[in-house]
C-alpha cells in the first residue's frame, strides 16, 4: 500500500496504527510517497451539482478551465482547501465540494481517494504471496479445529498433512510462521491418510493431535 504523505502529523497518525491497518486489511506493507509523486495522476472535474445553483450561466466556462489543471495546481487546491480561477476578469473562488477529484487507472494498481486522502494498492500477486495466503488460509483451518477438538490455548500439537504439491510447497515456505501460529510441534507429510479423526478442506487433509 502506497500513501501520499499530507504532512508530518498525518504520517505519523498512520505509523502509530501501522500494525492495525496492515493485520484488518491484509495489506503486506505500507510505504509513503510525495503527494506528487509520478503514480498518481489526478483529474479534476466541475462538480456540476454544486456549482450549478452557484455559476449557472458559467458553468462550461468554469468546467473547462478546471478540467485543464495540472497535478501541481491539483494539489495546491487540496493542500488550501480550494482555490480560484479567472474568467473574464471575475475571480472565481472554489472550494473542495465544488469540484471532484478523481486518480487515473495505473495498470497493476488500485487507487481510491476520499477528500484529500488517496491510497494505492499494489494489487500484482506474486507466488510468495500466493503461498502466505495458502499459509494463513491453513492457520485458520487449524485454529478453528483446535476449538472443535477442546484443546486448551496452550496445548502443544503434530499434525499429519496430505496435499497437492502447491498446498505442500506453500505449507513448507511458511512453516515456522504455522507453527508458531498453531503451536505445533511437528508437521508431516505423508501419501495419505484416512480415518474418522482426519479433515477435510479442498485440496489438503490433515490430523491433528494433542502431544502430552
Not at 101 to 130: H, Q, R
Amino acid at each position: 500500500m502506497l500513501i501520499p504523505t499530507l504532512n508530518s502529523n498525518f504520517e505519523n497518525a498512520i505509523k502509530s496504527v501501522k500494525n492495525i491497518i496492515t493485520n484488518e486489511v491484509n495489506v503486506k506493507s505500507i510505504e509513503f510517497i510525495s503527494s506528487d509523486d509520478s503514480l498518481l495522476k489526478k483529474k479534476a472535474k466541475a462538480n456540476f451539482k454544486v456549482l450549478g445553483p452557484k455559476h449557472g450561466k458559467n458553468m462550461k466556462e468554469i468546467a473547462a478551465a478546471v478540467s485543464k489543471w495540472t497535478n501541481e495546481e491539483i494539489a495546491f487546491f487540496e493542500k488550501n482547501n480550494g482555490s480560484s480561477i479567472v474568467l473574464e476578469n471575475k475571480e472565481i473562488k472554489l472550494s473542495l465540494e465544488d469540484v471532484e477529484i478523481t486518480t487515473a487507472d495505473v495498470p497493476g494498481w488500485e487507487i481510491a481517494t476520499n477528500g484529500t486522502i488517496t491510497v494505492a494498492l499494489d494489487i500484482s500477486l506474486t507466488n510468495e504471496l500466493k503461498e502466505e495466503g495458502v499459509s494463513r488460509d491453513f492457520v485458520n483451518k487449524v485454529q478453528n479445529k483446535r476449538k472443535e477438538l477442546g484443546l486448551e490455548v496452550s496445548d502443544f500439537i503434530k499434525i499429519l498433512v496430505c496435499a497437492a504439491p502447491e498446498t505442500k510447497n506453500a505449507i513448507n515456505n511458511n512453516l515456522n510462521y504455522i507453527c508458531s501460529e498453531t503451536l505445533t510441534k511437528t508437521l508431516d507429510f505423508v501419501e495419505n491418510i484416512n480415518g474418522d479423526s482426519v479433515f477435510v478442506d479442498d485440496d489438503i487433509k490433515y490430523v491433528i493431535e494433542k502431544l502430552k
